[in-house]
């Protein structure tokens, strides 16, 4: 995690901290089946809770004794029977390291896309309600960049705010997968162990048991995750290269927010850079690429193998803190967002009525024209707007051959927006269920 | 699609008869929804199915046209006026190339999807047949490669039949995903023909209407198409290397199935290569890469450029059909799986009992021995048995201070197998929801 | 490879017949050194190339026989000594099926190479030829898609010219990285066969001996080929981007060429799309996917598994084939594009000389101004320009502030495009020797 | 990085220290160059030097007017004019903020390029010591995993000394992509600085002038750099899985050195877990897919976007520690491998002659038996080694019709080890330039 792209409360769900609350958590929980199992002794269960469930570990302690036995879980226990006591004894009996180990690894991914999705939540809002804000704000829509037919910025809104519904799922899906719990022994046969303990630290952690575990939680679990939080990289990187674009000196129909204060504005006021989509772009990238090592690691030898360890230590918390930080970062360009109405109007006038040419065209064949004529007939008036600047309906009312098949009105009704807008409503029920 | 690894049930959904098929449908059910709208004669509807209905569409022609006027979309359209003759006139109304070719991918996608998950269910199938033919065959687990405790073969397999469930669900999901359709023009915003007729197209051809589209449907759906191809090439891999470290000359628990007449195979009998799970090694890599790219393609600049349509001719077939091959290719190799448990049984013993070192370990400190001389007591005999090639149970039963600590009884039944294997059933209820 | 996508040249290095004619020459060449050595007769290495070299191998003739034996390099065999005759039993001696099929699969590389070489070779006389004819066109330099300063469209594309220097000295070095030859046996150690053979052949056919084969030619040198390809097509993203930004409907900057009957066209004239750049787009996506299998494909289990096999079946054609003709459409793209310096002049103007005022505060503290008040001076005219629309230049000769501090021809002087461009012939200079 | 995968002198290269130290050292070359050109007082630049030169840079202070004019080059600068006073005003004059960020990025790689150039050569030291230690330690040859022919150990270990001699080399040209300087400005015109400052800056610091940047230095250069690092890692992939595979527990041809005193080693003395190799694995995936970002930083829009940065502060340090790390690890394995001859001898010995049946059938051919006759004479013998146990040479010498063909000397001639090994010295020549 790099402190300038990460978060508090992420950067938490990996601190040695959370780490060993949460194996405390899981010994606990085992204790407590095995105790219900006569294993144990109930009240050594109920000690272990009792001075462990409050206490603070000492992390220093911890790596000192770790740097002894050069084992972080035999660590952990030592220090944990500094705490508890002789009781501590019966703590991890049965048990194996990576039954903690990986457990532990599960619920903090499920804290982390606990996290996303209220990331993902906020980010929804402020989509609906810049949508709504800019639901009926003309602008020119553009296929490979060049100018097309009229939409709005709130249809553009609503398609991002369908693609991140979509990531939220993807997302909910995602944490599904590696919620469960293993604590199933050396190679996963429950040799000694039953699985009633796992069953009940499960339950009691809100996890899934892992139906085979092999030591460890197999690995295609955590591939789908990383994979789903790089497809959730790559549609912050499609409204990222979209703000981008509409700031572009040449185009600048929005803007990421500029405080009144914020140095070298004025003097250069053109000066503006989108520097945080830009930014979350080469986020993007990274949270993407940790999707390959994720798949890599899925085929493990045999039982298990270590070689899963270091990649989850590199992308396990810069993953998610990562996509935690840009989710963030995008959620405040959207509801900051400068947007220039007339900026967008002006682009759409940039020659002067073309954009309705198709529309045109339509109308002369549907009139009885050919259509060799018809588009004659368009092509000549459209040249004399792209070549002398001319306004495209005024050359279309002076023609005669075009007014000999169409009327005044009927050739100004051409040039109405509201045909464009007029299924915006359609549009807005699909992606929020209302139009107002 | 390279034809050494591609099916042909698989190339008949990327041939361009197929295409063609689905483009016919498209815009046929698009007529109807036209005709119903009254925008066009339901006659004319009716025509073209009749005419268009059953017609072979000939690619040589539609080739022809398209070298002419460089549009593929364009020269289908003229080839089908060809055959249902003026009432082709009426299709294709208001519609964009888009609309087709968005919606005819995902169709092909749906089609890809429907043949893995057929391909998943009989590898599931052959895994579950041969998990219970060798539920109770026991056979060292290892960790790191290094032995560690029993377990049985079966129980291996219930390991892979649980992921690849895990598998088929993610591709249900994965074919939801992209089965969707759009028929919304230009930008998206059914100016030109009613929201009605792409609910009409979705319906009749199975699909749900894309909530949003902007002439093209979102790519997030397609890059999480085909990241979860590439997880479950993982999972593919994650057994080809299983495969092939039981084939290793000194392991040689299993084999790939070798025909008696297959070449070379008797003068020197040691060597059978597992070449089908090295060459599925290689296409799960394959499989995997194209991830990126459908990644990379999400982010279409405004309401859409094409730099996605070269990836996809790349990656559409090439991904589906790899997988497709390596999925049928993989039952084919777990099916007739020669599996050796003599073999699995004489590795196990390799070091001569001491696989059982640790429950003697534990019985001595339940048995009241401190834990410092228990591990003396098991170390000074486990390393007879390293050093000096001895039987571990036979030394163990030699040893006074083990055997003051444990009767023989005690000590003989810490070598039992059945220790490890008492929870198959559990597992095998979990994965299979049978153990028998 | 996809037919779309390649090209005769490229496509003919990956054909069967070009693999049995190297095949062939492997063969022969090794023939030679044989009876050089005195282990075959010299005339039966004459006869081989006196029958084998002229002749046309029958490809439906080697597909027969390899359907029976599985065998390829045994199917090639058995149809030579069908062209040869008895003489064909001295060929392939002590040899494996590997040495012909790596160092063929070398071979077919360095030809791919040494077109890619060419296609790089005609990209870079055709951005020189353009930069040299805009080395004075200017342009507006962006930073962050913003305006920034004066730069010349030549400069832009001496930049690339350079980059594309960088690209070509790449593939010379990576072309010598999979140069070599390999004629080592069953596991590298010359057991049956001379390593002078080796020698030989490597000399015969313009490759270097592999210092230590395994069986195969060790695979990092075809991780750094693809690595390499990977690079190149990012550098072709790069223009290919450039090229659609300024093709963009508010740049205007330059186009893809549109030949005059292009249809569509002219009813919208605005409308020509960068569809050749988008496309280079999406191939650069795929190119640099390869390099990922690649790698992969680098720890081959002790001395060769066959995992490479499969991925290097699509990477070694799609790979070559898709860059050689990504290189052609961009060299194509650069060759023709229309350049619109009015329009790049325009876009200079567009905001009325405001891109002038870091000089024009820059000089007014070098005047003795104080930093804030220079800044202040600078701010209140560079506002109303932004906000009213006013010239910059004629704001600044009315402010008598700025004026008390700074003559008019002073002022003036700031606004020369000169500036800007006084270095061009260093850089010209510096990236092709020459700045005229 | 990580600190548990991170080195000192790898971390310090990465330190605020050393970047502030670069970034004056930057400056001051350019203040020299300043003064030599008239632009600024030769008494300024020489007390910059003398107040700058040696004086510690205060981080937190940097950090505090960081803080406060959110822009970190103008924190730098000012903390600057703190510690060198009035003179401070001629630093950095006509530069942009990237002159000083990616000529120090590059600096910073270059360093990052020794250490590991330093890496490579302590790990073929100690390859090629090992390799020579066990020239002659003869082991068997695997193809897919199975037993093929002999070689020796120490040739293994010479492939893999080629294998690193090759990633030097790489990293070498590697090192000279990004050994460049850029002072140009902000679209890189050298509008506001004279190339000389560039020169002179470049000279000073061992680096060549950027022949076109762009305000940022091209990025393909950077790819390159990132991807070559992506290759090594496979390198290091390759080897760490040959150890995981002979420290098998079946296999145990050598094991990773696990000191005397290391825990639980004793009890389970077969539970040496090969740990260090299969994180080498796990790191080597990280570094892989550190190329893939850093090919897609390549296309920056026009003359620069800041989408790359954020890629780079993962990657430029994580890339360079991971890979040293890995590195410096990798080279302790091989410096500490145990090596068990004894093991290398029984596996080879384990289908009792078997692996010399290919060169007893070439001389029954050659003896003028009929290929199919020796096939068969070759197999009955062989089955009954396979099947029964028996030994082969003494199955062939009780076998009349091979004895008719080949003497008895001539029978066991073929068992001779040394008919593989005869070429070790050839090999080892080619490597190392010595034999002995």
Not at 38 to 55: C, F, L, Q, S
Not at 61 to 87: C, M, N, Q, W
Not at 182 to 207: C, Q, R, W, Y
Request: hydrophobic letters at 40%.
């Amino acid at each position: 995690m790099i402190p300038r792209y990460s978060r508090p409360e992420m950067t938490a769900v990996w601190s040695p901290e959370t780490k060993f609350r949460i194996w405390f958590e899981i010994e606990a929980h085992a204790c407590d089946a095995l105790a219900e199992l006569g294993v144990i002794p109930k009240e050594a269960a109920r000690t272990i809770w009792e001075k462990g469930g409050n206490a603070t570990f000492d992390i220093a302690r911890i790596d000192e004794i770790e740097r002894e036995t050069k084992h972080d879980v035999i660590a952990f226990l030592t220090h944990l029977s500094e705490i508890v006591g002789p009781d501590a004894r019966f703590v991890h009996q049965g048990m194996t390291s990576s039954d903690v180990l990986d457990t532990c690894f599960n619920v903090q991914l499920t804290k982390a896309a606990d996290i996303l999705l209220a990331d993902l939540d906020a980010l929804l809002q402020a989509l609906e309600r810049r949508a709504f804000e800019h639901k009926d704000t003309v602008t020119i829509g553009r296929s490979h960049g060049i100018h097309a037919e009229p939409t709005t910025f709130g249809v553009k809104l609503a398609g991002f705010h369908a693609e991140f519904q979509r990531s939220r799922q993807r997302l909910v899906a995602a944490r599904e997968e590696i919620a469960t719990c293993a604590i199933s022994g050396a190679v996963g046969t429950f040799a000694n162990i039953e699985p009633a303990v796992e069953e009940h630290v499960a339950k009691a952690m809100d996890l899934a048991p892992e139906p085979v575990s092999t030591q460890v939680i197999p690995r295609d679990r955590h591939a789908m995750f990383f994979a789903t939080l790089g497809v959730i990289a790559s549609s912050i990187e499609r409204l990222a290269i979209e703000v981008r674009h509409l700031q572009r000196t040449e185009v600048l129909e929005a803007e990421e927010y500029f405080s009144p204060g914020q140095k070298g504005s004025s003097a250069m006021p053109h000066k503006r850079n989108p520097v945080l989509t830009e930014n979350l772009t080469g986020l993007a990238r990274m949270v993407r690429s940790y999707a390959l090592p994720a798949m890599e690691n899925v085929a493990l030898w045999h039982e298990r193998d270590i070689s899963h360890s270091s990649v989850e230590r590199y992308i396990g918390p810069d993953a998610t803190a990562t996509l935690d930080f840009a989710l963030a970062r995008l959620t405040s360009v959207v509801d900051k967002l400068v947007v220039y109405p007339e900026h967008m109007q002006a682009n759409l006038d940039k020659f002067k009525g073309l954009v309705h040419s198709q529309r045109v065209l339509l109308a002369l064949t549907q009139a009885g024209v050919s259509r060799e004529d018809a588009y004659r007939l368009v092509q000549r008036n459209a040249m004399k707007v792209w070549q002398e600047g001319k306004d495209f309906l005024e050359e279309l009312l002076a023609d005669k051959d075009v007014t000999a098949a169409l009327g005044e009105d009927e050739i100004r009704e051409k040039f109405d927006l509201g045909y464009h807008t007029k299924h915006v409503d359609t549009i807005f029920k699909r992606v929020f269920g209302r139009s107002a």
